[in-house]
């Protein structure tokens, strides 16, 4: 979820990081619960009911009931499967292999240490579940076939080995998402390497000393009955004195994480999606989401070459090839972006979504559409400009000062746009409708004054073409704006 969040632009890489740290905590009530219950209830008494009442919730048609029946129906599975696994491994007390190599792997020193939590990390990797290794280690030590101390090592283990999951999830997704999961990674196992140098003399003792019971006691029902709240004690302890320590050095956590997963070459160039990743996650919401913040960019990408063609026309003479080259480059891109966000939404449409979100996303695809076509007229206002510099033609003063008019408008217009463009049926028809009518009551009076200059002799009949033809282009782009207010304010409906 995290990872996807990321990705989506919901959440930056330090916000990510609190709350790694608070997941890591959370993660351990799953031991509790086994120490608690799984142990020392009759498993069956609780789990067939969790799993009958759960799987028949799941039926009814209110979600978040339904969602009530899953937790069921997945603690039932979790307990159910425990019983089933602790009676297994009972018959596996007496088998002198089992015990010969559980043996050769007890955790009495560093280097055996790091082979368990070794062991630990390679068996969670392959489960892809922590709260699953937790409990069948826990199931071992219960039964006798692993001492306090490797089962602790286990846990350790089992904390790097429930990283892969995210740094799976990660593939695919943007830079930032991939940071996300080598900061859990990071966290993780910085965490268990420093915990090791005080595992055998201080920490275990430390844990042994806050929770009652021998944990080490000869007679394996005394053992039994306190292993398990021992090791739940364990990893709760090793997670929040973890999170205590990294806390004030969760800048530096993130300054890492970005070294182990810079952006890419093609990355850093802006002519790459942002925050689409290339496949959709199963929640609509965060694709909508992710559309949503990749249109914006999109605007402003509009907004930032409308204000370097207003720069041109105020400086034909000036050296601005570079420039007129970088509005060329932008128009490109946002042609690029019409044709990669279009493919995504029609993409979102094709899945189960509810009809509040088709029509979002329809809403978006005509968005897009308008942004692409004020790409093209900045581009056309770029070309008339080139053309009455390269054919020499000057404009009066007041034909300038009618341009910088009409164009401070247009600005306001996509101003107000760029920071409204996100947020779903937020009502900005009153500015919108003002600056559309104030666009188009310029245009009219300016062509109504260049007629006036042609009758005076003031203007020349090409310069005026061109004037007339600048206009034409000002009040197309206030046309599609105009068109993408109506979107987010929710008054066109596609």
């Known amino acids: 979820m995290l990872v996807s969040f990321v990705s989506a632009g919901l959440l930056t890489l330090q916000q990510s990081i609190g709350i790694i740290f608070g997941a890591n905590i959370g993660t351990t009530v799953t031991g509790w619960l086994v120490a608690l219950i799984g142990f020392k209830v009759k498993i069956t ?118 990283t892969i999951t995210a740094n799976i999830a990660a593939i695919g997704a943007s830079t930032e998402a991939k940071q996300a999961a080598r ?56 997670n929040v004195i973890n999170t205590i320590v990294f806390l004030p050095f969760a800048n530096i956590l993130a300054k890492l994480s970005i070294k182990l997963a810079p952006k890419p070459e093609d990355e850093k160039d802006e002519f790459h999606l942002k925050y689409i990743t290339t496949a959709l996650v199963s929640t609509p919401t965060i694709n909508i989401n992710q559309a949503r913040l990749e249109i914006k960019r999109m605007c402003g990408i509009v907004l930032e070459m409308f204000d370097m063609v207003i720069d041109v026309f105020h400086h034909p003479k000036e050296k601005l090839g570079t420039q007129v080259e970088q509005i060329l480059k932008l128009e490109n891109l946002t042609d690029h972006l019409e044709k990669e966000i279009s493919n995504f939404l029609v993409n979102i449409l094709q899945n189960n979504i509810s009809y509040k979100q088709s029509e979002e996303v329809s809403s978006l695809l005509h968005t897009v559409n308008e942004l692409e076509r004020m790409g093209d007229n900045c581009e056309s206002l770029l070309k008339l400009i080139r053309r009455k510099y390269e054919s020499g033609i000057e404009f009066s003063e007041e034909a300038v000062n009618g341009i910088d008019e009409i164009a401070s408008k247009v600005r306001e217009f996509l101003v107000l746009l760029n920071n409204n463009i996100t947020i779903r049926n937020k009502d900005i028809m009153t500015d919108s409708k003002f600056l559309e009518d104030r666009i188009d009551e310029l245009r009219s009076e300016l062509r109504k004054g260049h007629v006036n200059r042609l009758n005076e002799g003031v203007c020349d009949v090409n310069a005026g073409l061109i004037f007339i033809d600048m206009l034409s282009k000002f009040e197309k782009i206030g046309d599609h704006a105009f068109n993408v207010a109506e979107s987010i304010s929710g008054v066109r409906v596609f």
Not at 149 to 154: I, K, L, S
Not at 190 to 210: A, E, S, Y
Not at 214 to 224: M, Q, T
């Open 45 to 162: 008494a609780v789990a067939l009911p969790c799993i009958g009442i759960g799987f028949f919730i799941r039926f009814v048609s209110n979600e978040k009931v339904r969602y009530y029946g899953e937790v069921l129906l997945g603690f039932g599975v979790l307990f159910f499967g425990l019983d089933i696994m602790s009676n297994a491994v009972k018959d596996l007390r007496n088998s002198e292999a089992i015990l010969n190599m559980m043996t050769r792997f007890s955790a009495v020193d560093i280097p055996s240490t790091l082979i368990v939590v070794a062991i630990g990390t390679i068996v969670t990797m392959i489960v892809q579940s922590s709260s699953a290794t937790v409990a069948m280690t826990m199931t071992l030590a219960v039964n006798g076939l692993i001492d306090f101390p490797t089962a602790c090592a286990f846990i350790l283990g089992e904390n790097i080995g429930t």
């Open 183 to 238: 900061a859990h990674f990071l966290f993780n196992t910085l965490g268990v390497l420093w915990i090791m140098l005080i595992f055998h003399k201080f920490f275990v003792p430390f844990v042994d000393w806050i929770v009652p019971g021998n944990p080490y006691s000869d007679i394996l029902a005394v053992r039994s009955r306190v292993i398990a709240d021992h090791m739940a004690a364990f990893h709760t302890c090793f």
